[in-house]
């Protein structure tokens, strides 16, 4: 991992759109930390304001206040004299950010209500997982877990619960980044993600909540361990 390398635009001319007629520091906070949570600015990469901001069409005060929201958001860091990079996770914030999913994801199922439920959302990302499984594309896959989430998520019809889940989730990819087999990490929820997608549709609710506490209890300890792993490993040829 390339602690100096610099990430451009990483494709955000496409997101321009995205800030209609004002472009505000939050609007491109919510774009950059979509692209941090679909792994296109992994760990230790420096954004360049020169970069972004072209791409997206805004001023530098209000990049450096996007850049500053990011910060709060545990998601990027400034270094001084140096610029600003996206965070390297601890694995202690590992372990951190599953006990907030627990605590988030699973009350938000336990508190659904009366069936049926809207999933659309959840059956969109589910078949997108499975597709990029089909062509071992483990980013992919990756990037289909998270949308999985933030649309159970969503089901709780709460902004502020989005928010913070959106911030949480970016953080995980952080962590996924590093893992050096990706396929060995996120293979085994494919499955568990239709489980539980099955079981929100027949309207089992309780069936769901106990299905997404086992999941991520397991994913918690694998990703923990991988995680712990990549970062321990050396990166410099062996010595003799």
Known sequence: MDANAT?????LADDRALLGRTSTAQRVADI???RIAEGYFPPGARLSEDGIGGALGVSRNTLRE??????????????LNRGVFVRVLAVGDVDDIYRTRRLV??????????????????????ADGEAAARTDDWNGVSTANIHFHRELVALAGSART????RGVLAELRLAFHVVDDPRALHEPYLVRNREILDALRAGERTTAERLLARYLDESR????????????????????
């Open 105 to 126: 994801e699973c009350a938000v199922v336990r508190g659904l209500g009366q069936p049926p439920y809207p999933l659309d959302g959840l059956g969109v990302a589910v």
């Open 221 to 240: 300890t694998r990703v923990a361990a991988a995680y712990a792993r990549a970062v321990d490993a050396p990166t410099g040829p062996a010595a003799d």
């Open 66 to 79: 996007a850049f500053r929201l990011l910060t709060h958001e545990r998601l990027l860091v400034h270094e």
């Open 7 to 11: 990430v451009e635009a990483g494709g």
């Open 32 to 34: 950059l930390r979509t």
């Open 162 to 165: 989005d928010e913070l889940m």
